[in-house]
Nanobody, 124 residues
């Protein structure tokens, strides 16, 4: 099982980035996927998640209205708009532990595989 996040970079405040999560070794469409981030000196926090079907999405309060998660048959995406300096972190995607299901979670425990992250830096 492998996941790879990509699409990070340096962006000015107010800018946008689109992160992608590619997966291999399992059937992506069978699992909920989460996006997490970790800033230096801080704990990893849940940013957003999407259910297996794509019908259920959840967001951390800090990103609601600015970030949008989506998925297609090949990847999961995180569109990030109106970026703020406090969004600076390494962003990771993660695979849910259990196939099937109807929902998702932004907690850490429901996920079992984590990809290598992608750095997002928001600075002028």
């Amino acid at each position: 099982v492998q996941l790879q996040a990509s699409g990070g970079g340096l962006v000015q405040p107010g800018g946008s980035l689109r992160l992608s999560c590619a997966a291999s070794g399992f059937t992506l469409n069978d699992y909920g996927i989460g996006w997490f981030r970790q800033a230096p000196g801080k704990e990893r926090e849940g940013v957003s998640c999407i259910s297996r079907s794509g019908l259920v999405t959840l967001y951390a309060d800090s990103v609601k209205g600015r970030f949008t998660i989506s998925r297609d048959s090949g990847k999961v995406y995180l569109q990030m708009n109106s970026l703020k300096p406090e969004d600076t972190a390494v962003y990771y995607c993660a695979k849910g532990r259990t196939a099937g299901g109807y929902g998702c979670s932004v907690g850490v425990d429901p996920y079992d595989y984590w990809g290598q992250g992608t750095q997002v830096t928001v600075s002028s």
